[in-house]
């Protein structure tokens, strides 16, 4: 299904001309049958020889009228320049064929209309070399030019085989399975409730579908669906398209909303784009210009940032960021037009490179106009790469949101970018080739290993003596979400990167160390321990001693062994009395408290703190007042 939008100066015949093709008067409005000028859009088909059916888009040509021209000229496949034949080229005939520039509309045929109004074949051919030098620097040079007469119909055969062979060579639109719908058109139909029309792109919708409307967000679902006044269960990419919607009021919908899939469009109020200024311009782009934004059926009020430089010359590119007063659905590649808002004139335009840059970005960074040009510009493998430096860790289906790739191609990029390490996927090896598991870009990565080792550089240099930093503060210290932390953390442990024990995460080659005063508190403090080995320092006689924190150090290196919330014993000796224990055990098979208690001579406290740790760890079971070895201890 194809698409064909008219383009040029008032009253050059646009509308004569389409209904001249297709028998359907475009111009719907009473007003502009009175007045026999085309206001709004107007929508017509017809059916090429070769039994194609196409949609025709007419578009006002009067300057007044100019923004409803851009509503309906984006998302064409082809146009038809209307030029006059007995007045020539004029400002909206330029002006229409700027913009088609500016959108790359990728092919056109010029209508010369009216020949039957100009005698002097001389003249005909002097409009037609006017034509043809002003379509010389667009992209649609070398246009085939045709007089046509919508009133005698000369030349509309030769149009309409001229258009077959145009329309030919344009491909079809992709499905990326990310259906779009841009509202040109919402009223209320009795006996059917809210109808909104427009050119469907990315995808295709089918009858029962639930749907969303951008930026909005309301929610609806889709009773019916025609093409060119045929019922269908399914829309096509690139077909105008009618939707019956229910859960909708008109009045909740405006020209330039989209109709889409719950959550394939995030609502974009900040777009980072590639931008060109007309060479006929009378004023540089400046910095925290006002502009009005023209994207699909959109218009929306915009503040200029300039990255890299403070202004553009007339006929210069460069790199923006636009600043939306309301949001937009937008996706990578979208063409876009930028006006003055008063007096209105048009300044230029280019495409999308990013549809939800995360942040305000500095002007001047190298590095960022290096990353947009390949995501603009670049294969599908560099687009999804640079996605992944924008986004940081993300899903392959999150990456395909922001890139505007279909899945297929973007798990192909994905594929071509794991063996090289240039894209990592985090976490377990199952989820590898999964489209939901976690993906980050080499330098993202990089850069996350670097702040971890900063990270916790910094925790352990000002905390010589904790084995390592609490996970739970690890991850706030990152900033990383839940899912990513896991992911990460998990790749983190099998690349070495960090350890972790016991719930604190450190550096690899990070050892808990004292200073000279901390060790000679500990070697006091041991020295006690030494000296009265089953009567040793409280914890809390500890904690006055040397700190809590050189306490903890102690013990996360064993030198000193908790019994109770109470009870301590060096290490050392307690690793012989656990021995001497279980080596009475399994002589006399049994043991109370009361018989440690006179093993070792120590008080009723200490011996009941071992038994009972001995008890907690599985070494001993008690059996009434006393204790024997477990299961396997023997």
């Not at 007309?278 to 925290?288: C, G, K, M, V």
């Not at 297929?408 to 090289?420: I, M, S, V």
């Not at 062994?561 to 000796?573: A, C, F, K, Q, Y």
Request: charged share 25%.
């Amino acid at each position: 299904m194809r698409v064909l939008g008219t383009a040029g100066h008032v009253d050059h015949g646009k509308s004569t001309l389409v209904q001249a093709l297709t028998g359907i008067n475009p111009d719907r409005l009473r007003e502009e049958q009175e007045r026999q000028m085309t206001i709004d859009l107007g929508f017509a088909w017809m059916r090429l020889p070769g039994g194609e059916e196409i949609g025709l888009v007419d578009v006002p040509g009067h300057r007044d009228f100019i923004e409803n021209m851009l509503a309906g000229i984006t998302g064409i496949d082809a146009a038809i320049l209307v030029v006059a034949a007995d007045e020539g080229v004029m400002p909206q005939t330029r002006e229409h064929l700027a913009i088609l520039d500016l959108l790359e509309v990728p092919r056109a045929v010029v209508a010369l209309t009216k020949v039957d109004l100009v005698e002097d074949d001389a003249w005909l051919d002097l409009v037609r070399e006017e034509v043809r030098q002003l379509l010389q620097p667009t992209g649609l040079a070398g246009a085939p030019i045709i007089p046509v007469s919508a009133v005698t119909r000369r030349g509309l055969d030769e149009l309409v085989s001229a258009l077959a062979k145009l329309l030919s060579e344009v491909p079809s639109r992709p499905d990326h399975g990310r259906p779009r719908l841009p509202i040109d058109r919402a009223f209320t139909m009795p006996g059917f409730g809210t109808i909104v029309t427009g050119t469907l792109a990315d995808g295709a919708l089918e009858v029962g579908q639930e749907v969303e409307i951008v930026p909005g967000l309301r929610r609806g679902r889709i009773r019916g669906l025609q093409t060119h006044r045929t019922k269908v269960e399914r829309a096509v990419p690139g077909s105008r398209t009618a939707a019956n919607l229910v859960g909708l009021e008109v009045r909740e919908l405006s020209r330039g909303d989209v109709v889409a899939l719950p959550r394939t469009y995030p609502p974009a109020g900040v777009l980072d784009v590639r931008f060109r200024l007309l060479a006929d311009a009378t004023a540089p782009l400046r910095h925290d210009q006002r502009v009005k934004l023209f994207l699909g059926t959109a218009q929306r009020l915009a503040r200029v940032r300039l990255l890299g430089a403070d202004q553009l010359a007339p006929g210069e590119e460069g790199w923006l960021q636009l600043v939306l007063g309301r949001p937009v659905a937008a996706a990578r590649g979208d063409h876009f037009i930028l006006r003055r808002p008063s007096p209105g004139a048009t300044l230029g335009g280019g495409r999308v490179a990013d549809s939800n840059p995360k942040r305000f970005h500095r002007r001047r960074d190298a590095a960022l106009i290096e990353r947009l040009e390949g995501q603009l510009r670049g294969t599908p493998a560099q687009v999804l790469a640079q996605a992944l430096v924008a986004l940081g860790p993300a899903t392959l289906r999150e990456a395909v949101e922001r890139t505007g790739l279909d899945l297929e191609t973007a798990r192909q990029a994905l594929d071509e970018l794991r063996p090289g390490g240039r894209v990592l996927v985090l976490g377990s090896d199952s989820a590898a080739g999964a489209d939901d598991a976690l993906l980050v870009e080499e330098s993202v990565w990089g850069s996350l290993i670097e702040r971890t080792r900063s990270v916790l550089g910094a925790y352990h240099q000002a905390n010589p003596v904790r084995k390592g930093m609490p996970r739970e503060e690890f991850k706030s210290r990152l900033r990383l979400e839940s899912r990513v932390f896991t992911s990460a953390m998990s790749t983190f442990l099998g690349q070495n990167v960090v350890v972790e024990r016991a719930g604190r995460v450190s550096l690899p080659e990070h050892r808990p160390t004292l200073n000279e005063r901390q060790g000679k508190q500990v070697e006091a403090l041991l020295a006690q321990f030494r000296a009265g080995p089953y009567n040793t320092p409280s914890v809390k006689e500890c904690q006055e001693a040397v700190g809590e924190e050189i306490l903890g150090y102690l013990l996360d290196g064993e030198q000193l062994v908790r019994l109770s919330p109470e009870v301590l014993l060096e290490g050392t000796v307690y690793q012989e009395t656990v021995a001497r224990v279980r080596q009475e055990l399994k002589d006399r098979g049994t043991i109370t408290v009361a018989q440690v208690r006179d093993l070792f001579g120590t008080s009723r406290k200490y011996a009941l703190a071992l038994m009972e740790h001995l008890d907690a760890i599985g070494t001993t079971v008690r059996e009434g007042d006393a204790r024997r070895l477990s299961k396997g201890q023997g």
